[in-house]
């Protein structure tokens, strides 16, 4: 959620603050007497509270603001030069990590990883909760059971998800059994355990559990897509196809194209369905794992390696980057 | 889009010569459509929550019911609860689920008060120093949680908070995306109301009680559904902080369990239940903040 939102409120900084009253100017709303005496004897705003009062507001925010994340930033730069382990300290190793990191085949494997998840969700997570949105837009009888109904995967945790999906993707579970059943095939599909079917089990989990998601966006933005410009288009005979193409689409564009970065960003950070579904082994030989699970490998344990572990961490802040970034144009652009 | 103006709006009386098959369009919803809209939204209803029911199912059924699908069947034979109770038993599971709730509870109450009252600041208070605040904030909304949970693990071991409790939630009970919305939730109300209430003398900590904070009701419901839904379903975090199995909560025990019990798919499944049930029930209970909020933009692109 957050990156959907952090943005939002960026634009709101842009510009919505009212200026007080200017001292002197009576405002054109009715005042009585007392305002306007204290326009006159100064700036409203000078005098609205006490220099410390904001400060003593903000003061959680700010503590947890260094201590949860500005410090952490800074130490994850600085113990990527180093090699602590988890239970002992360590040294500084200059550019080490990040040499490893080029030679580094499990590295290579999760970011292949990474680009097939992000292709393969995209265009399921672009369109289909498009069409839901369209599907649940109508205010029908019912229709916020539905909706809330198609939001419930997404409030459930990605463990529980995954645990269901694996007992239905299990050798000896629901799909198998029917599609054994049916004679679709003659031996159990392996989908927990062949190295690309884990991966595309993962995705369709992924897809599945972010409809309700992005549905949810689309209805929020299909809300500003002129109602006028669609009658307009129907009194000229537009087919509902045609005004879905001319009127809906062009209206969801910035929506679309924020929602292909929010999708592109999930996918690069995954981690809980793939280690829940191969029981945290990454699969055989560690394939079907993702950058993030690499972090948490390495965050852990005897064999573990801080640095290590801070360097994939600075990789994986650079390949989200460029993608959060453009969101935060987007909504520059948008406002 | 698929929107059909009522028979009565005003676009009729202008249209021209309209084909026939738009013309119909301008009728109330006909029962076709109707039929076709209710039919696709149950196919989808069945996708988004048949796994959910098919696991209440196993984990319904007793054991001398056959779990592994030759003839898959939906209504358990002989519904128990003995999955339940062996859930209980030999696994803490409601102990997990009390950790889960420990964690969640001081969540939802540093964000309810430390997002709320930086958020009002920020808002409805000038002062030096707002704008680099501001842009701090913002900064650390580039930054993914994963990438610093090494740095924040060792953070939190400093504080001799590694597994415990208190270790899981801190870091995330003030969320600077709360911040940032309890913000815009403040800066939405019209600042007449804080300028009449200057001239009657309340000073900022009235204005915060008596006019924010009523006008941020909506905002306030929205952040804290957010902060129960993320502590109760985070994974990652728990996971690396957590060490002992009495510490754990639902997640890291659930993943856990399903260890323990890989041959038994009913316990697993009830375990999962005890996990997925009390989100959804919180969750339908407050679902017209949440999706009245999406109306108000909180969530937005």
């Given at each position: 959620?957050?990156?959907?939102?952090?943005?939002?409120?960026?634009?709101?900084?842009?510009?919505?603050?009212?200026?007080?009253?200017?001292?002197?100017?009576?405002?054109?709303?009715?005042?009585?007497?007392?305002?306007?005496?204290?326009?006159?004897?100064?700036?409203?705003?000078?005098?609205?509270?006490?220099?410390?009062?904001?400060?003593?507001?903000?003061?959680?925010?700010?503590?947890?603001?260094?201590?949860?994340?500005?410090?952490?930033?800074?130490?994850?730069?600085?113990?990527?030069?180093?090699?602590?382990?988890?239970?002992?300290?360590?040294?500084?190793?200059?550019?080490?990590?990040?040499?490893?990191?080029?030679?580094?085949?499990?590295?290579?494997?999760?970011?292949?990883?990474?680009?097939?998840?992000?292709?393969?969700?995209?265009?399921?997570?672009?369109?289909?909760?498009?069409?839901?949105?369209?599907?649940?837009?109508?205010?029908?009888?019912?229709?916020?059971?539905?909706?809330?109904?198609?939001?419930?995967?997404?409030?459930?945790?990605?463990?529980?998800?995954?645990?269901?999906?694996?007992?239905?993707?299990?050798?000896?579970?629901?799909?198998?059994?029917?599609?054994?059943?049916?004679?679709?095939?003659?031996?159990?599909?392996?989908?927990?355990?062949?190295?690309?079917?884990?991966?595309?089990?993962?995705?369709?989990?992924?897809?599945?559990?972010?409809?309700?998601?992005?549905?949810?966006?689309?209805?929020?933005?299909?809300?500003?897509?002129?109602?006028?410009?669609?009658?307009?288009?129907?009194?000229?005979?537009?087919?509902?196809?045609?005004?879905?193409?001319?009127?809906?689409?062009?209206?969801?564009?910035?929506?679309?194209?924020?929602?292909?970065?929010?999708?592109?960003?999930?996918?690069?950070?995954?981690?809980?369905?793939?280690?829940?579904?191969?029981?945290?082994?990454?699969?055989?030989?560690?394939?079907?794992?993702?950058?993030?699970?690499?972090?948490?490998?390495?965050?852990?344990?005897?064999?573990?390696?801080?640095?290590?572990?801070?360097?994939?961490?600075?990789?994986?802040?650079?390949?989200?980057?460029?993608?959060?970034?453009?969101?935060?144009?987007?909504?520059?652009?948008?406002? | 889009?698929?929107?059909?103006?009522?028979?009565?709006?005003?676009?009729?009386?202008?249209?021209?010569?309209?084909?026939?098959?738009?013309?119909?369009?301008?009728?109330?919803?006909?029962?076709?459509?109707?039929?076709?809209?209710?039919?696709?939204?149950?196919?989808?209803?069945?996708?988004?929550?048949?796994?959910?029911?098919?696991?209440?199912?196993?984990?319904?059924?007793?054991?001398?019911?056959?779990?592994?699908?030759?003839?898959?069947?939906?209504?358990?034979?002989?519904?128990?609860?003995?999955?339940?109770?062996?859930?209980?038993?030999?696994?803490?599971?409601?102990?997990?689920?009390?950790?889960?709730?420990?964690?969640?509870?001081?969540?939802?109450?540093?964000?309810?008060?430390?997002?709320?009252?930086?958020?009002?600041?920020?808002?409805?208070?000038?002062?030096?120093?707002?704008?680099?605040?501001?842009?701090?904030?913002?900064?650390?909304?580039?930054?993914?949680?994963?990438?610093?949970?090494?740095?924040?693990?060792?953070?939190?071991?400093?504080?001799?908070?590694?597994?415990?409790?208190?270790?899981?939630?801190?870091?995330?009970?003030?969320?600077?995306?709360?911040?940032?919305?309890?913000?815009?939730?403040?800066?939405?109300?019209?600042?007449?109301?804080?300028?009449?209430?200057?001239?009657?003398?309340?000073?900022?900590?009235?204005?915060?009680?008596?006019?924010?904070?009523?006008?941020?009701?909506?905002?306030?419901?929205?952040?804290?559904?957010?902060?129960?839904?993320?502590?109760?379903?985070?994974?990652?975090?728990?996971?690396?902080?957590?060490?002992?199995?009495?510490?754990?909560?639902?997640?890291?025990?659930?993943?856990?369990?399903?260890?323990?019990?890989?041959?038994?798919?009913?316990?697993?499944?009830?375990?999962?239940m005890i996990a997925f049930i009390p989100i959804v029930v919180f969750f339908a209970a407050?679902?017209?903040?949440?999706?009245?909020?999406?109306?108000?933009?909180?969530?937005?692109?």
């Open positions: 959620m957050a990156e959907t939102t952090d943005a939002r409120t960026e634009r709101a900084t842009n510009g919505t603050r009212r200026v007080p009253p200017a001292e002197g100017t009576t405002p054109v709303a009715p005042t009585g007497q007392s305002r306007a005496a204290a326009a006159q004897s100064g700036t409203v705003a000078a005098r609205t509270h006490a220099w410390f009062t904001p400060w003593l507001l903000c003061l959680p925010a700010i503590v947890f603001l260094a201590a949860f994340n500005l410090w952490p930033s800074a130490n994850t730069v600085f113990l990527a030069f180093t090699n602590v382990r988890p239970l002992s300290g360590g040294e500084l190793v200059g550019l080490a990590n990040f040499e490893r990191m080029l030679t580094d085949d499990q590295l290579a494997t999760a970011l292949v990883n990474s680009i097939v998840y992000m292709l393969v969700c995209l265009p399921f997570l672009l369109l289909v909760p498009l069409a839901l949105a369209l599907l649940v837009e109508k205010k029908l009888p019912g229709i916020a059971f539905f909706r809330t109904a198609f939001y419930t995967p997404v409030v459930a945790s990605a463990v529980v998800v995954a645990l269901i999906w694996g007992w239905m993707l299990d050798d000896r579970g629901v799909i198998n059994g029917m599609a054994l059943r049916l004679g679709v095939v003659s031996e159990a599909i392996p989908f927990l355990t062949d190295r690309w079917l884990v991966l595309f089990s993962a995705i369709s989990l992924t897809v599945w559990k972010g409809l309700g998601y992005y549905m949810i966006i689309y209805l929020s933005a299909l809300g500003g897509v002129g109602r006028e410009l669609h009658e307009a288009a129907a009194v000229d005979g537009a087919s509902a196809w045609r005004r879905f193409w001319s009127v809906t689409v062009p209206g969801v564009r910035n929506t679309m194209l924020l929602v292909a970065v929010l999708i592109t960003v999930s996918a690069l950070r995954v981690f809980s369905e793939l280690f829940v579904l191969t029981n945290g082994t990454g699969g055989i030989g560690g394939r079907d794992v993702s950058v993030v699970f690499l972090i948490q490998m390495y965050a852990r344990g005897f064999s573990g390696n801080l640095g290590y572990a801070s360097a994939l961490s600075i990789l994986l802040f650079l390949i989200t980057l460029g993608p959060l970034l453009l969101i935060a144009r987007i909504n520059r652009k948008g406002a | 889009m698929v929107t059909y103006p009522t028979a009565t709006t005003p676009a009729v009386a202008r249209a021209p010569v309209t084909p026939t098959s738009g013309a119909r369009g301008f009728s109330t919803m006909s029962r076709r459509e109707t039929v076709v809209r209710y039919a696709l939204l149950v196919v989808v209803l069945l996708i988004t929550i048949g796994p959910f029911l098919w696991q209440l199912s196993t984990s319904l059924k007793g054991s001398g019911e056959d779990v592994y699908t030759a003839t898959p069947t939906f209504v358990p034979q002989d519904p128990t609860f003995d999955n339940y109770l062996a859930a209980f038993e030999t696994v803490p599971v409601l102990g997990f689920a009390r950790n889960s709730l420990v964690v969640a509870g001081i969540t939802i109450a540093g964000n309810a008060i430390g997002a709320t009252m930086a958020g009002y600041a920020l808002a409805r208070l000038r002062f030096r120093g707002a704008r680099l605040i501001m842009g701090a904030i913002l900064a650390t909304m580039l930054l993914p949680g994963e990438a610093t949970i090494v740095a924040q693990y060792l953070t939190i071991r400093e504080l001799g908070l590694a597994d415990t409790l208190l270790g899981v939630a801190l870091p995330g009970a003030i969320g600077m995306i709360n911040v940032l919305l309890m913000r815009t939730a403040f800066l939405n109300i019209p600042p007449e109301l804080d300028e009449a209430a200057i001239v009657d003398g309340a000073n900022a900590w009235q204005r915060f009680w008596r006019i924010g904070l009523p006008n941020a009701k909506g905002m306030l419901a929205v952040i804290t559904i957010f902060a129960f839904i993320g502590a109760w379903d985070d994974f990652l975090w728990p996971l690396i902080v957590l060490t002992t199995p009495e510490n754990f909560t639902l997640t890291v025990g659930l993943q856990y369990l399903s260890g323990v019990f890989a041959n038994n798919p009913r316990v697993v499944a009830a375990g999962t407050l679902q017209r903040y949440f999706f009245r909020g999406v109306d108000e933009g909180a969530i937005k692109g």
